[in-house]
Protein backbone atom coordinates (compact mmCIF):
# COMPACT_ATOMS: atom_id res chain seq x y z
CA UNK A 1 0.00 0.00 0.00
CA UNK A 2 2.87 2.12 0.88
CA UNK A 3 4.44 2.21 -3.10
CA UNK A 4 1.08 3.10 -4.34
CA UNK A 5 0.46 5.86 -2.02
CA UNK A 6 4.03 7.65 -1.94
CA UNK A 7 4.01 9.06 -5.57
CA UNK A 8 0.21 10.09 -5.48
CA UNK A 9 0.95 13.49 -3.69
CA UNK A 10 2.58 14.75 -6.82
CA UNK A 11 0.64 12.27 -9.71
CA UNK A 12 -3.03 13.28 -8.92
CA UNK A 13 -2.07 17.64 -8.79
CA UNK A 14 -0.07 16.94 -11.90
CA UNK A 15 -2.79 14.99 -13.61
CA UNK A 16 -5.37 17.05 -12.62
CA UNK A 17 -3.92 20.13 -14.13
CA UNK A 18 -3.68 18.22 -17.69
CA UNK A 19 -7.12 17.24 -16.85
CA UNK A 20 -8.43 20.99 -16.61
CA UNK A 21 -6.09 21.85 -19.24
CA UNK A 22 -7.73 19.80 -21.58
CA UNK A 23 -10.96 21.16 -20.38
CA UNK A 24 -10.07 24.62 -20.58
CA UNK A 25 -13.25 25.79 -22.49
CA UNK A 26 -15.85 24.18 -20.00
CA UNK A 27 -15.25 26.28 -16.52
CA UNK A 28 -17.69 23.98 -15.03
CA UNK A 29 -16.24 20.85 -15.44
CA UNK A 30 -13.06 22.28 -14.39
CA UNK A 31 -14.45 23.30 -11.06
CA UNK A 32 -15.74 19.46 -10.54
CA UNK A 33 -12.54 18.09 -11.34
CA UNK A 34 -10.27 20.23 -9.44
CA UNK A 35 -13.13 19.63 -6.24
CA UNK A 36 -13.03 15.67 -6.77
CA UNK A 37 -8.96 16.02 -7.22
CA UNK A 38 -9.06 18.21 -3.78
CA UNK A 39 -10.84 15.79 -1.67
CA UNK A 40 -8.66 12.55 -3.55
CA UNK A 41 -5.51 14.39 -2.24
CA UNK A 42 -7.03 15.33 1.20
CA UNK A 43 -7.82 11.78 1.31
CA UNK A 44 -4.35 10.45 0.18
CA UNK A 45 -2.14 12.65 2.35
CA UNK A 46 -4.34 11.41 5.34
CA UNK A 47 -3.65 7.86 4.73
CA UNK A 48 -0.04 8.77 3.78
CA UNK A 49 0.74 10.41 7.33
CA UNK A 50 -1.44 7.73 9.20
CA UNK A 51 0.53 4.64 7.34
CA UNK A 52 4.18 6.87 8.18
CA UNK A 53 3.18 7.39 11.77
CA UNK A 54 1.97 3.49 12.08
CA UNK A 55 4.93 1.51 10.53
CA UNK A 56 7.82 4.26 9.82
CA UNK A 57 8.80 5.81 7.15
CA UNK A 58 8.13 4.73 3.53
CA UNK A 59 10.18 4.44 0.20
CA UNK A 60 9.90 3.73 -3.21
CA UNK A 61 12.40 3.82 -6.78
CA UNK A 62 10.87 4.61 -10.14
CA UNK A 63 12.15 3.11 -13.02
CA UNK A 64 12.43 -0.56 -12.03
CA UNK A 65 16.62 1.03 -10.81
CA UNK A 66 17.23 0.44 -7.29
CA UNK A 67 18.57 3.77 -5.16
CA UNK A 68 20.65 5.25 -5.55
CA UNK A 69 20.16 5.30 -9.44
CA UNK A 70 16.41 5.72 -9.64
CA UNK A 71 14.06 8.16 -8.46
CA UNK A 72 13.45 7.83 -5.02
CA UNK A 73 10.52 9.06 -3.03
CA UNK A 74 10.46 8.91 0.57
CA UNK A 75 8.14 9.82 3.15
CA UNK A 76 8.71 10.65 7.09
CA UNK A 77 6.78 11.74 9.17
CA UNK A 78 7.94 15.22 8.50
CA UNK A 79 7.11 15.18 4.79
CA UNK A 80 4.06 13.20 5.54
CA UNK A 81 2.84 16.31 7.80
CA UNK A 82 3.76 18.79 5.15
CA UNK A 83 1.92 16.91 2.50
CA UNK A 84 -1.24 17.01 4.29
CA UNK A 85 -0.85 20.29 5.37
CA UNK A 86 -0.77 21.38 1.51
CA UNK A 87 -3.54 19.16 0.84
CA UNK A 88 -5.90 21.41 3.67
CA UNK A 89 -4.52 24.66 2.14
CA UNK A 90 -5.68 23.86 -1.71
CA UNK A 91 -9.09 22.98 0.06
CA UNK A 92 -9.40 25.58 1.89
CA UNK A 93 -8.19 28.07 -1.19
CA UNK A 94 -10.85 26.42 -3.42
CA UNK A 95 -13.28 26.41 -0.94
CA UNK A 96 -13.15 30.76 -0.44
CA UNK A 97 -12.83 30.44 -4.18
CA UNK A 98 -16.66 29.30 -4.48
CA UNK A 99 -18.24 32.52 -3.40
CA UNK A 100 -18.22 36.25 -4.22
CA UNK A 101 -15.13 36.89 -2.48
CA UNK A 102 -12.47 35.94 -3.91
CA UNK A 103 -11.87 39.79 -6.44
CA UNK A 104 -9.80 37.71 -8.84
CA UNK A 105 -10.47 36.98 -12.09
CA UNK A 106 -11.70 33.90 -13.61
CA UNK A 107 -9.39 32.12 -16.52
CA UNK A 108 -9.31 28.94 -18.12
CA UNK A 109 -5.74 28.85 -17.31
CA UNK A 110 -6.22 29.14 -13.07
CA UNK A 111 -6.69 25.26 -12.36
CA UNK A 112 -3.66 23.66 -14.19
CA UNK A 113 -1.58 26.19 -13.25
CA UNK A 114 -2.57 25.66 -8.87
CA UNK A 115 -2.50 22.68 -9.73
CA UNK A 116 1.16 22.22 -11.43
CA UNK A 117 2.36 24.54 -8.22
CA UNK A 118 0.24 21.97 -6.00
CA UNK A 119 2.39 19.63 -7.75
CA UNK A 120 5.77 21.24 -7.08
CA UNK A 121 5.09 21.77 -3.37
CA UNK A 122 4.17 17.92 -2.84
CA UNK A 123 6.92 16.64 -5.07
CA UNK A 124 9.61 18.51 -2.20
CA UNK A 125 8.30 17.02 0.22
CA UNK A 126 8.50 13.54 -0.98
CA UNK A 127 11.72 13.61 -3.00
CA UNK A 128 14.69 12.02 -1.26
CA UNK A 129 17.59 13.24 -3.81
CA UNK A 130 18.93 16.98 -4.47
CA UNK A 131 18.44 17.03 -8.58
CA UNK A 132 14.73 16.44 -7.93
CA UNK A 133 14.15 18.88 -5.87
CA UNK A 134 15.95 20.93 -8.12
CA UNK A 135 13.47 19.74 -10.28
CA UNK A 136 10.40 20.69 -8.11
CA UNK A 137 11.66 24.08 -7.36
CA UNK A 138 11.64 24.14 -10.90
CA UNK A 139 7.99 23.10 -11.58
CA UNK A 140 6.79 25.85 -8.53
CA UNK A 141 8.90 28.94 -10.00
CA UNK A 142 7.21 28.35 -13.66
CA UNK A 143 3.75 27.55 -12.04
CA UNK A 144 4.14 30.77 -9.53
CA UNK A 145 4.93 33.31 -12.68
CA UNK A 146 2.01 31.88 -14.41
CA UNK A 147 -0.25 32.76 -11.96
CA UNK A 148 1.16 36.08 -10.90
CA UNK A 149 0.71 37.24 -14.80
CA UNK A 150 -2.66 35.82 -14.90
CA UNK A 151 -4.26 39.00 -14.29
CA UNK A 152 -2.58 40.40 -17.37
CA UNK A 153 -1.98 44.19 -16.12
CA UNK A 154 1.29 46.11 -15.80
CA UNK A 155 0.88 45.54 -12.42
CA UNK A 156 1.04 42.07 -12.72
CA UNK A 157 3.71 41.39 -14.95
CA UNK A 158 5.78 43.76 -12.78
CA UNK A 159 5.08 41.61 -9.80
CA UNK A 160 6.02 38.53 -11.80
CA UNK A 161 9.23 39.95 -13.20
CA UNK A 162 9.72 40.65 -9.31
CA UNK A 163 9.26 37.12 -8.36
CA UNK A 164 11.37 36.05 -10.91
CA UNK A 165 14.76 38.04 -10.72
CA UNK A 166 15.66 36.89 -7.33
CA UNK A 167 13.78 33.35 -7.37
CA UNK A 168 15.17 32.51 -10.81
CA UNK A 169 18.92 33.49 -8.94
CA UNK A 170 17.92 31.29 -6.07
CA UNK A 171 17.33 28.37 -8.75
CA UNK A 172 20.75 28.85 -10.37
CA UNK A 173 22.90 28.88 -7.18
CA UNK A 174 20.77 25.81 -5.96
CA UNK A 175 21.88 24.53 -9.40
CA UNK A 176 25.24 25.04 -9.14
CA UNK A 177 25.18 23.85 -5.31
CA UNK A 178 23.78 20.44 -6.70
CA UNK A 179 26.38 20.18 -8.92
CA UNK A 180 29.17 20.63 -7.65
CA UNK A 181 28.21 18.43 -4.50
CA UNK A 182 27.73 15.35 -7.63
CA UNK A 183 31.42 16.16 -8.54
CA UNK A 184 32.30 15.94 -4.92
CA UNK A 185 30.43 12.56 -4.30
CA UNK A 186 29.15 11.12 -6.88
CA UNK A 187 25.79 10.82 -4.96
CA UNK A 188 22.37 12.90 -4.92
CA UNK A 189 20.26 11.05 -3.26
CA UNK A 190 19.92 12.17 0.23
CA UNK A 191 20.85 8.78 2.32
CA UNK A 192 24.03 8.35 0.16
CA UNK A 193 24.91 11.84 0.06
CA UNK A 194 24.80 12.03 4.10
CA UNK A 195 27.19 9.15 3.87
CA UNK A 196 29.54 10.27 1.80
CA UNK A 197 29.32 13.70 3.20
CA UNK A 198 31.15 12.94 6.29
CA UNK A 199 34.43 11.75 4.47
CA UNK A 200 34.82 15.02 2.99
CA UNK A 201 36.78 17.82 5.33
CA UNK A 202 35.24 20.99 6.29
CA UNK A 203 37.44 23.20 4.12
CA UNK A 204 36.61 21.23 0.94
CA UNK A 205 32.91 21.27 1.82
CA UNK A 206 31.95 24.86 3.25
CA UNK A 207 31.68 26.56 0.11
CA UNK A 208 29.60 24.16 -1.61
CA UNK A 209 27.37 24.28 2.28
CA UNK A 210 27.46 27.84 1.93
CA UNK A 211 25.94 28.21 -1.87
CA UNK A 212 23.20 25.30 -1.26
CA UNK A 213 22.17 27.24 2.07
CA UNK A 214 22.21 30.57 0.38
CA UNK A 215 19.94 29.37 -2.55
CA UNK A 216 17.25 27.81 -0.52
CA UNK A 217 17.48 31.47 2.23
CA UNK A 218 16.27 33.04 -0.92
CA UNK A 219 13.57 30.46 -1.75
CA UNK A 220 12.77 31.19 1.93
CA UNK A 221 12.52 34.57 1.55
CA UNK A 222 15.02 35.40 3.99
CA UNK A 223 17.50 38.96 4.75
CA UNK A 224 18.60 40.54 2.40
CA UNK A 225 17.17 38.84 -0.41
CA UNK A 226 13.56 39.04 0.28
CA UNK A 227 12.16 42.20 -1.57
CA UNK A 228 10.41 40.10 -3.98
CA UNK A 229 7.88 38.69 -1.43
CA UNK A 230 5.75 42.22 -0.49
CA UNK A 231 6.46 43.61 -4.33
CA UNK A 232 4.86 40.55 -5.79
CA UNK A 233 2.08 38.33 -3.36
CA UNK A 234 0.04 41.87 -2.66
CA UNK A 235 -0.74 41.61 -6.74
CA UNK A 236 -2.79 38.37 -6.77
CA UNK A 237 -6.35 36.87 -5.69
CA UNK A 238 -7.09 36.58 -2.05
CA UNK A 239 -7.36 32.71 -2.23
CA UNK A 240 -4.29 32.60 -4.78
CA UNK A 241 -2.36 34.95 -2.41
CA UNK A 242 -3.04 32.57 0.61
CA UNK A 243 -1.58 29.62 -1.17
CA UNK A 244 1.30 31.35 -1.75
CA UNK A 245 1.87 32.68 1.40
CA UNK A 246 1.08 29.56 3.22
CA UNK A 247 3.22 27.44 1.43
CA UNK A 248 6.11 28.38 -1.02
CA UNK A 249 8.59 30.38 1.66
CA UNK A 250 7.77 27.16 4.33
CA UNK A 251 9.33 24.46 1.30
CA UNK A 252 12.64 26.29 1.40
CA UNK A 253 12.55 26.23 5.26
CA UNK A 254 11.34 22.53 4.84
CA UNK A 255 14.16 21.93 2.42
CA UNK A 256 16.71 24.10 5.07
CA UNK A 257 15.56 21.86 7.96
CA UNK A 258 16.09 18.73 6.39
CA UNK A 259 19.15 18.92 4.86
CA UNK A 260 21.17 20.76 7.96
CA UNK A 261 18.89 18.19 10.40
CA UNK A 262 19.32 14.88 8.14
CA UNK A 263 21.77 15.22 5.17
CA UNK A 264 24.79 17.56 5.36
CA UNK A 265 27.55 16.95 8.64
CA UNK A 266 27.43 19.98 11.06
CA UNK A 267 28.45 23.54 9.49
CA UNK A 268 31.30 25.33 11.03
CA UNK A 269 30.32 27.55 13.99
CA UNK A 270 31.05 30.72 11.92
CA UNK A 271 28.41 29.61 9.65
CA UNK A 272 25.40 28.81 12.11
CA UNK A 273 26.21 32.14 13.95
CA UNK A 274 25.98 33.80 10.67
CA UNK A 275 22.44 31.86 10.43
CA UNK A 276 21.60 32.39 13.29
CA UNK A 277 22.14 36.67 12.74
CA UNK A 278 20.30 36.54 9.31
CA UNK A 279 17.37 34.48 11.37
CA UNK A 280 17.44 38.19 13.53
CA UNK A 281 17.88 40.62 10.45
CA UNK A 282 15.00 38.72 9.05
CA UNK A 283 12.58 39.23 11.96
CA UNK A 284 13.35 42.81 12.38
CA UNK A 285 13.45 43.88 8.36
CA UNK A 286 10.09 41.81 8.20
CA UNK A 287 7.92 43.70 11.37
CA UNK A 288 9.57 47.05 10.16
CA UNK A 289 8.69 46.82 6.67
CA UNK A 290 4.97 45.90 7.84
CA UNK A 291 4.72 48.91 10.49
CA UNK A 292 5.49 51.10 7.68
CA UNK A 293 2.47 50.09 5.34
CA UNK A 294 -1.04 51.24 5.38
CA UNK A 295 -1.90 48.23 2.38
CA UNK A 296 -3.12 45.52 4.64
CA UNK A 297 -1.77 42.94 1.99
CA UNK A 298 1.56 44.55 2.23
CA UNK A 299 1.55 44.40 6.36
CA UNK A 300 0.94 40.41 5.70
CA UNK A 301 3.59 40.11 3.13
CA UNK A 302 6.20 41.56 5.29
CA UNK A 303 5.13 39.64 8.58
CA UNK A 304 5.41 36.73 6.19
CA UNK A 305 9.26 37.70 6.25
CA UNK A 306 9.44 38.51 10.30
CA UNK A 307 7.95 35.09 10.57
CA UNK A 308 10.68 32.83 8.50
CA UNK A 309 12.62 34.49 11.14
CA UNK A 310 11.79 33.04 13.55
CA UNK A 311 11.86 29.50 12.00
CA UNK A 312 15.19 30.00 10.85
CA UNK A 313 16.30 30.54 14.44
CA UNK A 314 15.25 27.28 15.42
CA UNK A 315 17.29 25.84 12.58
CA UNK A 316 20.47 28.11 13.50
CA UNK A 317 20.21 26.70 17.41
CA UNK A 318 21.00 23.07 15.77
CA UNK A 319 19.78 21.49 18.56
CA UNK A 320 16.87 18.54 18.90
CA UNK A 321 14.55 21.33 20.63
CA UNK A 322 15.25 23.62 18.36
CA UNK A 323 14.42 21.61 15.30
CA UNK A 324 11.03 20.71 17.04
CA UNK A 325 9.85 24.48 17.65
CA UNK A 326 10.80 24.90 14.30
CA UNK A 327 8.50 22.21 12.73
CA UNK A 328 5.65 23.43 15.03
CA UNK A 329 6.14 26.61 14.11
CA UNK A 330 5.91 25.83 10.46
CA UNK A 331 2.74 24.16 10.74
CA UNK A 332 1.13 26.73 12.38
CA UNK A 333 2.23 29.65 10.46
CA UNK A 334 0.58 27.68 7.50
CA UNK A 335 -2.42 28.07 8.66
CA UNK A 336 -2.30 31.24 10.13
CA UNK A 337 -0.84 33.52 7.44
CA UNK A 338 -3.32 31.65 4.97
CA UNK A 339 -6.27 32.52 6.92
CA UNK A 340 -5.57 36.15 7.35
CA UNK A 341 -4.78 36.46 3.90
CA UNK A 342 -8.10 35.26 3.00
CA UNK A 343 -9.58 37.41 5.87
CA UNK A 344 -8.03 40.57 3.77
CA UNK A 345 -10.08 39.37 1.12
CA UNK A 346 -13.53 39.44 3.06
CA UNK A 347 -11.94 42.85 4.32
CA UNK A 348 -11.76 44.01 0.91
CA UNK A 349 -15.31 42.95 -0.32
CA UNK A 350 -16.70 44.73 2.57
CA UNK A 351 -14.93 48.09 2.32
CA UNK A 352 -13.43 48.07 -1.33
CA UNK A 353 -9.83 48.99 -0.28
CA UNK A 354 -6.97 47.40 0.80
CA UNK A 355 -5.76 50.63 2.57
CA UNK A 356 -6.35 50.98 5.98
CA UNK A 357 -6.88 54.56 6.32
CA UNK A 358 -10.15 54.26 3.81
CA UNK A 359 -11.15 51.51 5.73
CA UNK A 360 -13.37 50.82 9.22
CA UNK A 361 -16.38 50.15 10.68
CA UNK A 362 -16.46 46.35 10.42
CA UNK A 363 -16.39 45.28 13.71
CA UNK A 364 -19.99 47.14 14.07
CA UNK A 365 -21.25 45.75 10.70
CA UNK A 366 -19.69 42.77 10.63
CA UNK A 367 -19.00 41.34 14.10
CA UNK A 368 -18.28 38.08 13.31
CA UNK A 369 -15.81 39.16 10.71
CA UNK A 370 -13.78 40.76 13.17
CA UNK A 371 -13.85 37.46 15.41
CA UNK A 372 -12.39 35.36 12.41
CA UNK A 373 -9.72 38.04 12.35
CA UNK A 374 -8.75 38.19 16.21
CA UNK A 375 -8.32 34.53 16.15
CA UNK A 376 -4.76 34.27 13.22
CA UNK A 377 -4.27 37.80 14.18
CA UNK A 378 -3.45 37.15 18.03
CA UNK A 379 -2.07 33.18 17.52
CA UNK A 380 0.51 35.27 14.96
CA UNK A 381 1.65 37.85 17.62
CA UNK A 382 1.48 34.66 20.08
CA UNK A 383 -0.93 35.27 22.82
CA UNK A 384 -2.41 32.32 24.67
CA UNK A 385 -4.29 29.60 24.15
CA UNK A 386 -3.31 30.27 20.72
CA UNK A 387 -1.18 27.99 18.40
CA UNK A 388 1.17 30.89 17.89
CA UNK A 389 1.99 31.40 21.68
CA UNK A 390 3.53 27.62 21.69
CA UNK A 391 5.12 28.28 18.42
CA UNK A 392 6.87 31.25 19.79
CA UNK A 393 7.62 29.85 23.71
CA UNK A 394 9.44 26.53 21.62
CA UNK A 395 11.76 28.91 19.91
CA UNK A 396 12.78 31.65 22.50
CA UNK A 397 12.93 28.51 25.68
CA UNK A 398 15.49 27.05 23.17
CA UNK A 399 17.10 29.90 22.08
CA UNK A 400 17.62 31.06 26.26
CA UNK A 401 18.52 27.71 26.93
CA UNK A 402 21.45 28.56 24.65
CA UNK A 403 21.86 31.15 26.08
CA UNK A 404 21.46 33.06 22.94
CA UNK A 405 20.18 36.31 24.91
CA UNK A 406 20.64 38.72 22.51
CA UNK A 407 18.57 36.78 19.72
CA UNK A 408 15.88 36.07 22.46
CA UNK A 409 15.44 39.76 23.10
CA UNK A 410 15.17 40.49 19.12
CA UNK A 411 12.57 37.72 19.11
CA UNK A 412 10.47 39.10 21.98
CA UNK A 413 10.76 42.93 20.29
CA UNK A 414 9.74 41.64 17.01
CA UNK A 415 6.76 39.68 18.86
CA UNK A 416 5.63 43.57 20.66
CA UNK A 417 6.07 45.28 16.82
CA UNK A 418 3.89 42.27 15.51
CA UNK A 419 1.35 43.48 18.14
CA UNK A 420 1.37 47.11 16.94
CA UNK A 421 0.35 45.76 13.48
CA UNK A 422 -2.17 43.81 14.29
CA UNK A 423 -3.49 46.69 16.46
CA UNK A 424 -2.75 48.83 13.37
CA UNK A 425 -4.82 46.92 11.42
CA UNK A 426 -7.92 45.74 14.04
CA UNK A 427 -8.12 50.04 15.09
CA UNK A 428 -8.13 51.04 11.38
CA UNK A 429 -10.27 48.29 9.67
CA UNK A 430 -12.63 46.98 12.23
CA UNK A 431 -12.68 49.48 15.26
CA UNK A 432 -12.97 53.28 13.91
CA UNK A 433 -15.70 54.17 12.06
CA UNK A 434 -15.79 54.30 8.35
CA UNK A 435 -14.39 57.84 6.36
CA UNK A 436 -17.18 57.78 4.56
CA UNK A 437 -20.94 58.30 6.96
CA UNK A 438 -22.46 56.89 4.03
CA UNK A 439 -20.95 53.82 3.89
CA UNK A 440 -22.61 50.31 4.28
CA UNK A 441 -20.98 47.11 3.88
CA UNK A 442 -22.21 45.33 0.09
CA UNK A 443 -25.06 42.77 1.20
CA UNK A 444 -23.36 39.61 -0.85
CA UNK A 445 -25.48 36.65 -0.75
CA UNK A 446 -22.24 34.58 -1.97
CA UNK A 447 -20.00 34.66 1.24
CA UNK A 448 -20.45 31.63 2.77
CA UNK A 449 -18.04 29.74 1.36
CA UNK A 450 -15.43 32.19 2.02
CA UNK A 451 -16.84 32.43 5.69
CA UNK A 452 -16.61 28.31 6.14
CA UNK A 453 -12.90 28.20 4.70
CA UNK A 454 -11.70 31.12 7.43
CA UNK A 455 -13.79 29.04 10.13
CA UNK A 456 -11.78 25.84 9.45
CA UNK A 457 -8.53 27.66 9.43
CA UNK A 458 -9.76 29.29 12.91
CA UNK A 459 -10.97 26.21 14.21
CA UNK A 460 -7.28 24.78 13.70
CA UNK A 461 -5.90 27.44 15.16
CA UNK A 462 -7.39 26.93 17.88
CA UNK A 463 -7.12 23.65 18.54
CA UNK A 464 -3.32 23.57 18.09
CA UNK A 465 -3.29 26.15 20.58
CA UNK A 466 -5.72 24.76 23.78
CA UNK A 467 -4.60 21.21 22.05
CA UNK A 468 -0.87 21.27 21.58
CA UNK A 469 0.25 17.71 22.76
CA UNK A 470 -0.33 15.95 19.49
CA UNK A 471 1.13 18.75 17.24
CA UNK A 472 4.14 18.36 19.57
CA UNK A 473 4.27 14.70 19.58
CA UNK A 474 3.80 15.23 15.25
CA UNK A 475 6.86 17.67 15.58
CA UNK A 476 9.07 15.58 18.13
CA UNK A 477 8.73 12.31 15.98
CA UNK A 478 9.42 13.94 12.57
CA UNK A 479 12.58 15.59 14.20
CA UNK A 480 13.75 12.28 15.80
CA UNK A 481 13.77 10.20 12.58
CA UNK A 482 15.34 13.13 10.61
CA UNK A 483 17.81 13.21 13.32
CA UNK A 484 18.28 9.28 13.09
CA UNK A 485 18.47 8.35 9.71
CA UNK A 486 17.29 11.00 7.45
CA UNK A 487 14.87 10.68 4.99
Excluded at 33 to 57: D, K, P
Excluded at 462 to 482: D, H, I, K, N, W
Amino acid sequence: MGNWLLPLPVILPLATALLTMVSWRRPRVQGLIAGASLGALLAVSTALLGLVWTEGTQRTSFGGWPAPFGIEFAVDPLGAAMVSITALMGATAALFSLGDADPGTPSPTLWPLTFALLAGVGGAFVTADLFNLYVWFELMLVASLGLLALGGEPRHLDAALKYFVLNALGTLLLLLAVGYLYGLTGHLGFVPLRGALTDLDGATLGPFVALLVLAILIKAGAFPLCAWLPASYPTLPASLVALFAGLLTKVGIYVLLRLLGGVLPALPAFLTQGLAWVAAATMLVGVLGAAFHWDLRRILAFHIISQIGYMLLGIALLTKAGQVATVFYVIHHIVVKANLFLIAGLVFRMTGTYDLRRAGGLYVARPALALLFAIPALSLVGLPPLSGFWAKLLVLREALAQQQLALAVVALAVGLLTLYSMLKIWLEAFWKPHPDPDWSPPSHVGLTPAYLATGLLAAVTLAFGVMPEPMLQLAERAVETLREAGP
